[in-house]
Nanobody, 123 residues
Framework: VQLVESGGGLVQAGGSLRLSCAASGINLDYYAIGWFRQAPGKEREGISC????????FYANSVKGRFTISRDSAKNTVYLQMNSLKPEDTAVYYC?????????????????WGRGTQVTVSS
């Protein structure tokens, strides 16, 4: 099983990025997917998740209204569209998969994790 994040990079404040979480070895339709981030010296923060069924979405207050999570079953991929980026969004971003999950911004329920992609927002 492998989750691979991509799409990170360096962007100016106010810009946008779209992160991808591509899975191999599992069918993401059976998993809730969460996006987390960790900045240097800070704890890992759950920022968004999408449930397995109904594709309900959840967002942390820090990103609500700016980030959008979505899934593409045909590509077995989940996306995180990030708009209006701020310097405080700078972090390593991770995706995680929770088998049969309902969606949770806490990290402990997740079964599989990617290795992360760096997002840096300059002021």
């Amino acid at each position: 099983v492998q989750l691979v994040e991509s799409g990170g990079g360096l962007v100016q404040a106010g810009g946008s990025l779209r992160l991808s979480c591509a899975a191999s070895g599992i069918n993401l339709d059976y998993y809730a997917i969460g996006w987390f981030r960790q900045a240097p010296g800070k704890e890992r923060e759950g920022i968004s998740c999408i449930s397995r069924r109904e594709s309900r979405t959840f967002y942390a207050n820090s990103v609500k209204g700016r980030f959008t999570i979505s899934r593409d079953s045909a590509k077995n991929t989940v996306y995180l569209q990030m708009n209006s980026l701020k310097p405080e969004d700078t972090a390593v971003y991770y995706c995680a998969a929770d088998y049969m999950g309902r969606g949770d911004l806490g990290p402990n329920v997740y079964d599989y994790w990617g290795r992360g992609t760096q997002v840096t927002v300059s002021s």
